[in-house]
């Protein structure tokens, strides 16, 4: 199996931007298929537009941002730059499905040694960072 080049990868810019229109969008708890609605397009697209992997032109990018009832400084706040900020890569992660619903939770935990022993929880269940938990041998995971 051949490996990915750079070029087959999309831009930092373009992922970063699909981001911050996923994050509004779900903000305003608007489905995919609503903003493809609104703007007049699949919500194949808008799953495209979302994690980069097609870009967003500005026309199209100014629809969006009306559908959002947002300008288009806000959804490109911060993209100054080629390479994602850290802020970014963590805005990144509370789209994973769940994630918002967890931190929402988290949030309404009042014990501090509660909301300690879920961290930790939740650390030993991903395993070390940046490698994926594998099972035991003998332990299925569902």
């Known amino acids: 199996m051949a490996s990915k080049t750079a070029e087959d990868q999309p831009h930092p810019l373009d992922v970063a931007l699909g981001i911050h229109i996923r994050l509004r969008r779900k903000e305003l708890r608007l489905s995919q298929s609503g903003l493809a609605n609104l703007v007049g397009v699949t ?3 808008i799953q495209k537009y979302e994690v980069g992997t097609n870009r967003v032109s500005f026309s199209r990018l100014v629809e969006i941002a009306h559908a959002l009832a ?10 100054e730059t080629s390479q994602p900020s850290a802020r970014t890569k963590q805005i990144a992660l509370l789209t994973a499905p769940g994630a918002s619903e967890l ?12 909301r300690k022993m879920l ?21 299925r995971v569902v």
Do not use: H
């Open 119 to 139: 961290r930790n929880l939740a650390r030993q269940m991903g395993g070390p960072c940046g490698r994926r938990n594998k099972p035991q041998t003998g332990i």
């Open 103 to 114: 931190l929402e939770a988290y949030s309404r935990i009042e014990s501090a040694k509660q």
């Open 70 to 79: 947002c300008k288009v400084t806000d959804l490109a706040f911060g993209l």
């Open 43 to 45: 919500f194949q697209q």
